[in-house]
């Protein structure tokens, strides 16, 4: 925003009252001083105002002051129909950069952005560039259950991260089999009709294993067809010693080809894989039903978990969103 000099020394006088302690004073005069610029209409200065506010109260520890000054901003937001747009996202992602994790004013000012960009915004899940922020902060600290979240919901940039996270995730021991993270992912953006999504992981995961542990790669499978639907003749795919990678691969084959015997068979094949963690079996249901039609007449949707944990009220304690909450949305 090009603030006029008046502007800029309302900014500065307020920020430095900040810095001395006075935290009621500034809190109290960033809202009446944006309420004045908004009966003047001058919405892109007092939007300024709350923006700035809320930074400097985070940056001061004043979280509930911040939270406050984020309400107001995003009911401006909503009372003036403002879309999601560079703009708007962009003021609720410099304050979120700030905003300390594992905390429950961090878990309330991200189920108010995910809200506010469902609502105004072509996406009923929230923005996906605003989930690919949020989930690129997450992982940059190593909670990959919360990444992944937002991950799931954001663009192929989120898709191409995911890949290095669930190889970064598979890592860290919290499972016998590496390609279990994997798995996780492709079948929620299967579920989520986001084939390009779950391809680009796949392959950025498995280029990771090939390289740092390519005794975890077979042979190659090459097919003989026996189907019109079948791969031509010749065409290899690769095995690994992980049943969840193997899973995941002929899963994403099938869906590309459209293939319903096919799937069934997989399904069958893989029953194992998909007992071991129910979650995962319900997830795959959704995936059935909306490629297939083939899930159950009422198919359970575990999206709904997902969606619930984001809008829900902030639980006591903090978020706690780390690599051991591996079935928290089950």
Not at 221 to 250: C, H, M, W
Request: hydrophobic share 35%; net charge negative.
């Amino acid at each position: 925003m090009a603030a006029g000099p008046g502007v800029e020394k309302t900014l500065q006088k307020l920020k430095k009252s900040v810095e001395d302690g006075n935290y009621y004073e500034a809190h109290q005069m960033y809202h009446s001083v944006s309420q004045r610029y908004l009966k003047q209409k001058k919405f892109d200065v007092a939007l300024e105002l709350l923006h700035q506010g809320a930074k400097n109260m985070v940056a001061h520890n004043q979280l509930g002051s911040a939270m406050d000054l984020v309400q107001r901003l995003i009911d401006v937001y909503d009372q003036e129909n403002m879309d999601v747009n560079e703009s708007t996202r962009g003021r609720l992602l410099d304050i979120f950069q700030e905003m300390p994790l594992q905390t429950q004013t961090c878990d309330e000012y991200v189920r108010l952005c995910i809200k506010w960009s469902a609502r105004h915004g072509p996406c009923p899940q929230g923005d996906p560039l605003i989930h690919h922020a949020f989930g690129s902060r997450y992982y940059s600290v190593k909670q990959y259950y919360d990444a992944e979240n937002h991950f799931i919901y954001g663009t192929l940039d989120s898709a191409k991260a995911t890949g290095h996270m669930t190889w970064e995730w598979s890592g860290e021991g919290y499972h016998d089999d590496r390609g279990y993270f994997l798995l996780r992912s492709v079948l929620q953006y299967l579920a989520l009709k986001k084939l390009a999504h779950a391809t680009a992981l796949f392959d950025i995961f498995t280029k990771l294993l090939i390289t740092e542990s390519p005794s975890d790669k077979s042979l190659p499978l090459s097919f003989t067809p026996s189907s019109p639907s079948d791969p031509p003749r010749g065409t290899e795919v690769a095995l690994y010693k992980s049943s969840s990678i193997n899973f995941a691969q002929f899963l994403i084959l099938c869906v590309e080809r459209g293939s319903p015997e096919h799937f069934i068979t997989l399904r069958n094949q893989y029953r194992n894989v998909l007992s071991f963690d129910g979650w995962l079996g319900a997830v795959f249901e959704v995936v059935a039903e909306v490629w297939y039609d083939l899930g159950p007449k009422k198919p359970v949707n575990p999206f709904e978990d997902i969606m619930k944990s984001l809008f829900a009220p902030p639980p006591s304690g903090g978020s706690g969103g780390n690599g051991q909450q591996l079935l928290a949305m089950d």
